[in-house]
């Protein structure tokens, strides 16, 4: 189970930390997976932001958020983070973390490669 936090209200230019906390998963298993982040605007489809080996030693990111958010985990806390700065509101979404379903990771960006989805957290950035 995914359990994601630290969505909220915020200003453009303004930053937000998400995290997402990964229970009910060995220790184990947790690391061995990749993770991603994903968003949702209203009335659109659930596409990829940023994903991190299982390794933390790659990650990569939609172009959109290039330079402005930085995806990171910690494997002692079985927790994925995402930091957002120079938020704009087209950043405006439910923010959703889950494991790629493929060891090892492919880089894909695709929605279907990844599993086991959290409920999500709103991001809200004000004009």
């Known amino acids: 189970q995914l359990v994601e936090s630290g969505g909220g209200l915020v200003q453009t230019g303004g930053s937000l930390s998400l995290s997402c906390t990964v229970s009910?998963?060995?220790?184990?298993?947790?690391?061995?997976?990749?993770m991603g982040w994903f968003r949702q605007a209203p009335g659109k489809e659930r596409i990829f932001v940023a994903a991190?080996?299982?390794?933390?030693?790659?990650?990569y990111y939609t172009d959109s958020v290039k330079g402005r958010f930085t995806i990171s985990r910690d494997n002692v806390k079985r927790t994925v983070y995402l930091q957002m700065n120079n938020l704009k509101p087209e950043d405006t979404a439910v923010y959703s973390c889950a494991f790629a379903k493929t060891l090892p990771y492919s880089g894909s960006y695709n929605v279907d490669d990844f599993g086991s989805w959290g409920q999500g957290t709103q991001v809200t950035v004000s004009s």
């Open positions: 009910g998963r060995t220790f184990s298993t947790y690391a061995e997976y990749a």
């Open positions: 991190i080996s299982q390794g933390r030693s790659t990650t």
